[in-house]
C-alpha cells in the first residue's frame, strides 16, 4: 500500500531544504539588493564614509576650509649645513588646522636645485610627532646632499655659500594615512658650504 504524501499536507525533506535555501538567500539578498539600490549614484561610499571622502578631497584638491586641510608649514630660525655629514637642517612651524589631533609618522621629499632642477637629495623628518588639534608644533626636516649634488654645487654654483631649492614630491603619512602631494615647495638661502 503505497501512501502519497502530498495528499496528508507533508513536505518531503528535499522540499523542506530547498524552501529555507531560498528563504535564506531572500533574507540576505534582499537587504543587500536595497543597499546598492540606495547608493547606486555613489558606490563608493558604500564602503567609504561621506566625511572621509570629504577629506579626502580636501587634501588632494588643496582646498583649505576652516575645520579641515592641511595648512602649509612655515620655515622658521636658520637652516643649518653640517659639511661632515652632508646634511641641511630645516626647522618647520606646522599647524594642525584639522578637528582632531594628529601624528605625523614621516614626512619626505626630493630637493632639487631651482636654478637648475638637478636633483641634490632627498629630505625626511627625524621623528615621529604628535601635533593636538589646533596646535603648533615644530618639525625638524634633514636633507642629505648626494655626491652628484656636491658636484653639481662646484661646477654650477662654485663661490656660492647658500643656494634656493624645490622640495617635490613630498609625502607625509598622518596617522597611516599615505598623502602624496606635487605643490612645489621653494626654500631660499639654503647654505652649501
Not at 530547498?18 to 543597499?35: D, E, K, M, S, Y
Not at 661632515?84 to 612651524?93: A, G, I, K, L, N
Not at 618639525?139 to 642629505?144: D, F, Q
Request: proline share 5%.
Amino acid at each position: 500500500m503505497s501512501v502519497n504524501i502530498f495528499e496528508r499536507g507533508e513536505l518531503p525533506m528535499d522540499k523542506v531544504r530547498l524552501l529555507l535555501t531560498i528563504t535564506t538567500i531572500f533574507i540576505i539578498a534582499v537587504p543587500i539588493f536595497g543597499i546598492v539600490i540606495a547608493y547606486r549614484n555613489n558606490p563608493q561610499e558604500l564602503f567609504i564614509p561621506h566625511e572621509l571622502n570629504e577629506l579626502a578631497a580636501t587634501l588632494l584638491n588643496g582646498n583649505e576650509s576652516a575645520s579641515t586641510g592641511f595648512s602649509t608649514p612655515a620655515i622658521i630660525g636658520p637652516i643649518e649645513y653640517a659639511p661632515t655629514t652632508r646634511s641641511v637642517t630645516f626647522t618647520f612651524e606646522y599647524t594642525n588646522s584639522f578637528p582632531i589631533g594628529v601624528t605625523l609618522n614621516s614626512l619626505s621629499a626630493d630637493v632639487n636645485c631651482a636654478t637648475h632642477g638637478t636633483s641634490l637629495g632627498t629630505a625626511s623628518m627625524r621623528d615621529p610627532i604628535w601635533i593636538d588639534s589646533r596646535e603648533t608644533e615644530t618639525l625638524t626636516v634633514v636633507a642629505v646632499w648626494t655626491n652628484s649634488a656636491l658636484a653639481h654645487f662646484q661646477s654650477q654654483h662654485q663661490g656660492q655659500n647658500v643656494i634656493d631649492v624645490n622640495l617635490l614630491n613630498l609625502k607625509v603619512n598622518a596617522g597611516g594615512l599615505a598623502i602624496t602631494s606635487n605643490e612645489l615647495f621653494r626654500i631660499n638661502n639654503v647654505p652649501i658650504s
